[in-house]
């Protein structure tokens, strides 16, 4: 049956089991929307405020489901506005397929009105990209694309429809979904010399970062921790991929981390890191990174071993099929005296604040509270800065994608996108942001989104009117010098909300957080809750970029 291109890329999409996009119409994706209106029924369209709110949607449902999100935006400023989302999911391998219009074929190359070259603009920020000069490509390029987006290491892909193409005529003819592309493999020999490695360690540390939850291999993990009665640390990418209450949980690793977790990577004798990356956040001094420990390092792309730390082994394949491979060869490990050394080192630094009823609210009775009131799959997304790191260390995830922030890239304005991403995909959750005044400054423009789709995401603003984590380094590297992170913005979040048609309330004191936390989550409709916190709160422990362990900072003026 012949088909425009436009009802081509429609029908792809339902191939590829795709219900909802995330985008915003322009003149090069007129054909695409006029498609999307026939389709209606069985292609939801969620229309956002700004093209890079639409492709941080995309980030966040693929994020929340696992599956693939889709973004379209027309050619010129809207495809350049998608940059800095695909390259938020880039860094941290989430699967987006990104649709873009351009100028007609024959105007591609001279500077027609609108006319950008994005596939060599974002080829640096793409796992793969095409332009579709030949509309008998289209369905063949659009299903490689979702196939490449979701094998291996996912990651964004981004397909440039000239506007002739999605106009012209074509034969279609359907396909089932493709399966993904082959894993890499590993031998026996691997496996073995692994388990010798795993059974040999007194004082084993697991490492888990982002890879174990887009594998879903959660329970694979969880199996063999157990098996090895080995200490689990995260990565800010790896929060919920194990279980935040479980007894060898230890808590998140790195620059931010705990106390023990950090005394546990000194201290340790193997550390195995599974679907993480050793990014300069955890390893610091690369080369003093881990000096007393062995390294096994276990992960889908081949292109990360040895690339940041060099490690004794790898073994390179799908974590699906590694972790359940080691634990057949390992028997039930006991390392108790190790355990009882880590839970020594939490009870010296424990979290013993307890603020006077009429002080600022505390970041800390902040997220405890929240915490509290919200289920264990209900999902909570962040923005970037000390809010992201406080919400990293005092909330517990107990569930894969249940927490999405923006880790490789660190994009302020990423959370409302995330949310919006994330409540379209699971309306019935409770969806909530916690962000910064900063952050919330870069995105607020979406609230008109939440508004116009009623979705019932509170957002909570950690408003120390400063840029808060710039400021912590300049006390502490620049001699408080507080050079542009005190802006003295004015802005009413309240009175803001209000103009969105979205519901405001505040928090003054630490006094009032139970109850307007409580408020806000009840009313089951969009609402900013503006939580006036000290400026002078601070993310700890620390370790300084570029430091190990021996550096770590406990305690700030």
Known sequence: MKKTGAQIIAECLLEQGVDTVFGYPGGAVLNIYDALYEYQDRIRHILTAHEQGACHAADGYARATGKPGVVIATSGPGATNLI????????????????????????????????????????????????????????????????IAVSGRPGPVLIDVPKDITAQ??????????????????????????????????????????????????????????????????????????????????????????????MALSECDLIIAAGARFSDRVAGDRKRFGQQAEILHLDIDRAEVDKNVAVQHSIVGDLKDILPALCQGLTQQDHQEWRNRIERWRMEHPDTSSPAPDAPPQYGHILSTLRGLTGEYDIIATDVGQHQMWTAQKYRFLHPRTFLTSGGLGTMGYGMGA???????????????????????????????????????????????????????????????????????????????????????????????????????????????????????????????????????????
């Open 169 to 262: 005529q074509w034969e279609y003819e359907p396909q089932p979904c493709g399966e993904k592309y082959p894993s890499p493999r590993f031998s026996q020999e691997d496996i073995d010399t692994a388990v010798d490695m795993l059974q040999k360690a007194k004082r084993p540390l697991l490492y888990a970062g982002g890879g174990v939850i887009r594998a879903d291999a959660y329970q694979q993990l969880l199996r063999f921790a157990e098996l090895l009665d080995c200490p689990v640390c995260n990565s800010l990418m790896g929060l919920g991929g194990f279980p935040g209450n479980h007894p060898l949980f230890v808590s998140l690793i790195g620059m931010h981390g705990s106390y023990e977790a950090d």
């Open 84 to 147: 800095t989302g695909i390259a938020t999911a880039y860094m941290d391998s989430i699967p987006v397929v990104a649709i873009t219009g351009n100028v007609a074929v024959d105007q591609l190359g001279r500077d027609s009105f609108q006319e950008v070259d994005i596939t060599g603009i974002s080829m640096p920020v793409t796992k793969h990209n095409f332009i579709v000069k030949d509309i008998r490509d289209l369905a063949k390029v659009i299903r490689k694309a979702f196939r």
């Open 419 to 557: 949310a919006i991403g994330a409540q379209t995909a699971f309306p019935d959750r409770r969806v909530v942001l916690v962000t910064g005044d900063g952050s919330f400054h870069m995105n607020l423009n979406e609230l008109v989104t939440l508004s116009s789709y009623d979705m019932p995401i509170v957002i909570v603003v950690m408003n120390n009117t400063v840029l808060g984590m710039v400021r912590q380094w300049q006390k502490l590297f620049y001699g408080r010098r507080f050079s542009q992170t005190d802006p003295h913005r004015k802005t009413d979040f309240v009175e803001l909300a209000h103009a969105f048609g979205v519901e405001g309330l505040r928090i003054t004191r630490d006094s009032d957080v139970d109850r307007v936390l409580k408020q806000a989550l009840d009313l089951n409709r969009p609402v900013v809750v503006d939580c006036q916190i000290s400026p002078d709160d601070n993310v700890l422990p620390m370790i300084p970029p570029g430091g190990t362990t021996e550096d770590l900072i406990l305690k700030m003026d």
